[in-house]
């Protein structure tokens, strides 16, 4: 796994008390990383990940887990962001392309890695959230890889 490092985007420090318990998994809506980090570096932007996985399996660490990025707007999970990391696949996110199989594998790789570090149990993906977004379709080969399960499937 190639991992490039691309510091600069909206984060506050972790609140210490809030276990890292998932992964939230999104569609950068975009066709390569370099839209999806420039989006992340803008000022402008209110809106941080970890980590970007491009088409050809580069991960991209975009903040430091030690620190909240800003992935998850308003949601049902209380207090997502701080106890979350959040992760874009680079992807049109529009249902009709897929994802690679490098993507697929470093993704398993990060889950399994960030699981050595943090009490994660789940792995989540946007349709999660919003139920109108197209699903990712290999989070379910994930979740049965890495042994996390969907936020409220205890």
Partial sequence: MRIKFSYGTPTKKRIQSIPIDTI???????????????TIRNPQEPVSVHYIIARDGTLYQCVRT?????????THIPSLNSRSIGIWLVNLGNGTEPYSS?????LI????FLKSKYPIKYL???????????AIPLIEEV???TKTRR???D
Avoid: C, M, W
């Avoid at 939230?24 to 420039?38: D, I």
């Avoid at 030690?66 to 308003?74: C, V």
């Avoid at 989540?124 to 197209?134: A, Q, V």
């Fill in 102 to 106: 490098y993507q697929k594998e470093t």
């Fill in 24 to 38: 939230v998994v999104y569609p950068s809506n975009t066709s390569s990383p370099s839209p999806a980090l420039r």
């Fill in 109 to 112: 790789e990060t889950v399994e």
């Fill in 124 to 134: 989540i993906e946007e349709k999660d959230l919003f139920p109108t977004r197209p």
């Fill in 151 to 153: 936020y409220g499937d």
């Fill in 66 to 74: 030690s620190q909240t990025a800003f992935h998850a707007p308003r």
């Fill in 143 to 145: 979740r049965k890889e």
